[in-house]
């Protein structure tokens, strides 16, 4: 049986399902019993203090990790089974940025448009856009290698973009962009999501969270511990309308941020 | 001083716990350990007995035979980086010490001073002990000439500190690196191979050579060779020279350190001017290959092209045939070598095991798995990338042959290297997917190999019992190409050589088809090898 129960089958507007998923590291769980559906076309943020499970749920979404157990399903597709399916349907943008440095921008995008199975015609218009879109015309035959962290980040973004993904899973898109470009990004990811493409997305700058997502699931120390719109949250965690994501957020990872002064400084 | 102790404190206790932390380099010292043992043993035989002979046979010859040593043995220490790839001694990453106020020559004097418990070093004092026991002999004078000698140990470190931030600072531009990188293994590879020219030159060259280096007096003025002069003058109770020579290589130290302490300010802070980055090509980019499987080829072949250190071994590959050529063409003189040259078609062929199907992706292998095509697409793509760079091998092997073999000869050669690249990429596939070779982390040096560890053991065992299965799996094919060489039969070859080449796709495309099928299967766990995420 490939779901353990029905509650965790795919429902027609579903684009990511996720029933139990587990993931040991030795024996400690960096993901422990997760389970979350995201609806198709939702802007959908993942968040959570640093080693969380973010990047490892991601990961084992995308295919880079064997979960230890549990169930998800991408776009009505098994995880288990249809992986190879999964992947033509997502595009995937990872925190830690494995490109191809010894080719250039330009070479790299023609290079996953054919991985796509993209026509050369076709991979060849999409890049000169992507290119322009995300002003890296001017760096198109720079290599990777001698690109700054921001336009690395940007060209796996094109990567990710460039065969019309129905899911994209960005993980800290914005870490390292400049405000420019980063202004840049996130009205194409909005204008994406308009469009009907699911976005699984986590980002430490919560107000662009805020601005951006229209539900957010909260991770901590690998167990999911609030999922909804913010609306909900405030409502489940009580806190006042005027409460922010980051204080809701800080609320429920149980951060203490008040400190006493340094008894060297002034 | 108490900046300086915690230096120093500071970097041993650095490399102590990236022993204790790395399980892998922590085996890999404890397998190192004999070696550097032994090394230390025969360099301390060699030296003692190697100077006492020379003491009693050539006295006069001493003094310049060691100062053309120390300086050979010196200028191999300081360029070892480029040479070998690893710096015997190690500069000491001062960069993340910069927003520390602490002054550039303290910064430079630490990092000298935590060489001393470097393997290297430490494997290094008993060969001075010896130099200066088989110099002094066992009475007053000995003291004077090991700390002589030790004085020309420390002119070397100090030297290879200066060398290092050179390297480290213009590393910091990628064109510098790759080219230091490119022309260091070239000249390494070269050096290398001059002992094997040498001694393929004869006795007499060799005389030459030594009679030339004992002449020159250029060595006496080399700073690495002023620490041992100072040596054998103490030894021999020539108080003056021993002074002058050891003041020298005091003064030489001196003056590494302070070079140390300007390339600190001025490198690191940014004070040098390296030039503006490199652009890559300015041409349009095309993939020209059809296909996800030709956008795959192509892109190895670019990447080779343009890493330097792919590009170094790929050119590299080109001598191995050509050092067999020339034992086969002195073979010549006893007949046509046809079943010499055939085996080494056969060899060139085999060189394609090990090639390690994920060994060029890196950490990029994360990024070559999320694209949606087939696994055997993708093990076919890298196998005809690694095929296609050792072509120039076998065009090398074609051209000389026509000199050298029947021409009619030349289809059947070509053959049977297909015939072994293809079995020998099919079967690699296999140790590439059962075990992988975990990728050096983000920001750590893209060119170190695979871990030491009871996994990378079993793996090259795996390797060495699959190579062998290569072979055998070849052997029909390479039979039928040879057949009509054994039969006298040439135009048996009409026939052979299609059946060989036929049997050998076929066989490649079923253990392609078999190491895609587990790949896909065990895709998760290999890259969670490669990525180190286990």
């Avoid at chain 1, 120390?221 to 909900?232: M, P």
């Avoid at chain 2, 022309?183 to 030594?210: E, K």
Wanted: hydrophobic content about 55%; aromatic content about 8%; proline content about 6%.
């Amino acid at each position: 049986m490939l779901w353990p129960m029905n509650s965790a089958l795919p429902a027609p507007g579903d684009a990511i399902v996720v029933h139990d998923l587990t993931k040991l590291f030795r024996d400690k769980a960096a993901v422990d019993h997760v389970s979350f559906r995201v609806a198709r076309g939702r802007f959908f943020g993942f968040l959570g203090p640093n080693g969380a499970g973010k990047s490892t749920t991601i990961k084992m979404l995308t295919g880079l990790l064997r979960p230890t157990a549990g169930a998800a399903s991408i776009e009505g597709l098994d995880l288990r089974t249809r992986l190879l399916d999964i992947k033509r349907v997502i595009g995937v943008l990872p925190e830690e940025l494995p490109l191809y440095e010894r080719l250039s921008g330009e070479e790299y995008l023609h290079f996953a448009g054919r991985m796509y199975g993209l026509a050369r015609e076709e991979t060849r218009g999409r890049t000169t856009e992507l290119l322009e879109f995300l002003s890296l015309a001017d760096e198109r035959s720079k290599l990777i290698v001698d690109y700054s962290h921001g336009m690395k980040k940007k060209i796996a973004l094109a990567a990710a973009l460039i065969h019309n993904p129905r899911v994209l899973f960005l993980d800290e898109p914005l870490n390292g962009i400049d405000p420019v470009s980063g202004r840049v990004v996130t009205d194409l990811l909005r204008r994406l999501a308009q469009k009907g493409v699911t976005l699984f997305f986590t980002s430490h700058v919560l107000d662009v969270v805020e601005r951006l997502c229209d539900e957010v699931a909260v991770i901590d120390r690998g167990r999911i511990v609030a999922q909804g719109t913010l609306d909900e949250i405030r409502a489940q965690r009580e806190v006042g309308r005027d409460a922010t994501l980051e204080d809701v957020f800080l609320k429920l990872v149980a951060a203490d941020v008040t400190r006493e002064d340094l008894s060297w400084i002034g | 001083m108490d900046r300086l102790i915690a230096l120093v404190l500071l970097r041993l206790k650095l490399e102590v716990r990236a022993l204790s932390r790395a399980r892998e380099r922590a085996i890999g010292l404890l397998l190192m350990a004999p070696g550097f043992l032994m090394f230390a043993a025969a360099g301390s035989f060699v030296v003692f007995f190697g100077v006492r002979g020379l003491m009693r046979a050539a006295p006069a010859t001493l003094l310049p035979a060691l100062s053309a040593a120390a300086t050979g043995l010196g200028l191999f220490w300081v360029l070892s980086p480029l040479l070998t790839g690893v710096a015997f001694s190690e500069a000491h990453d001062v960069s993340r010490l910069l927003h520390f106020p602490i002054p550039p020559a303290t910064l430079a004097v630490s990092s000298l001073l935590s060489n001393v418990a470097q393997p290297m070093t430490v494997a290094a004092l008993p060969i001075l002990l010896s130099l200066a026991l088989a110099l002094a002999g066992v009475g007053p004078r000995l003291p004077a000439a090991f700390a002589a000698a030790l004085l020309g140990l420390l002119s070397v470190l100090a030297a290879a500190q200066v060398a290092g931030l050179l390297i480290h600072g213009l590393a910091r531009r990628r064109r510098f690196r790759d080219l230091a990188l490119f022309l260091g293994l070239g000249f390494g590879f070269v050096l290398s191979l001059g002992p094997v020219l040498l001694l393929s030159a004869g006795p007499s060259a060799m005389r030459a050579l030594a009679r030339a280096v004992l002449d020159t007096p250029l060595f006496a003025l080399s700073p690495f060779a002023w620490g041992v002069r100072a040596a054998v003058h103490a030894a021999r109770g020539e108080w003056l020279p021993f002074a002058a020579n050891a003041g020298a290589a005091g003064l030489a130290v001196a003056c590494a350190v302070a070079a140390a302490t300007t390339l600190i300010h001025r490198i690191y802070r940014g004070e040098v001017d390296l030039g503006e980055a490199g652009v890559g090509p300015g041409a349009t980019a095309r993939m020209w290959l059809p296909g996800a499987l030709g956008a795959l080829v192509e892109k190895d072949l670019r990447m080779t092209w343009r890493d330097p250190a792919l590009k170094a071994t790929m050119l590299m590959g080109l001598v191995g045939p050509l050092l067999f050529l020339v034992f086969l063409s002195q073979a010549r003189a006893h007949g046509t070598p046809s079943t010499g040259f055939l085996m080494l078609s056969a060899l060139v062929g085999i060189s394609a095991f090990g090639a390690n199907a994920f060994s060029l992706e890196r950490r990029g292998v994360a990024l070559l798995l999320a694209f949606p095509v087939e696994r055997w697409r993708i093990l076919v793509g890298k196998n005809v990338g690694a095929m296609v760079l050792r072509l120039p091998s076998l065009l090398v092997l074609m051209a000389a042959g026509a000199f050298l073999v029947p021409v009619v000869l030349l289809p059947a050669a070509a053959t049977i290297a297909v015939v072994t690249l293809l079995l020998a990429a099919a079967v690699d596939n296999f140790p590439s997917v059962l075990f992988p070779t975990t990728a050096p982390g983000p920001g750590r040096n893209p060119y170190t190999g695979a871990a030491a560890g009871s996994r990378g053991l079993a793996g090259a065992l795996l390797g060495l019992v699959l190579m062998a299965v290569a072979l055998l799996m070849s052997s029909p094919f390479v039979f039928l190409a040879w057949l009509p060489l054994l039969m006298e039969r040439p135009w048996l070859w009409v026939v052979s050589l299609p059946l060989a080449l036929a049997g050998a796709a076929a066989v490649y495309a079923m253990l392609v088809s078999g190491a895609g099928r587990v790949l896909q299967r065990r895709e998760p766990e290999v890259l969670e090898r490669i990525l180190g995420e286990e």
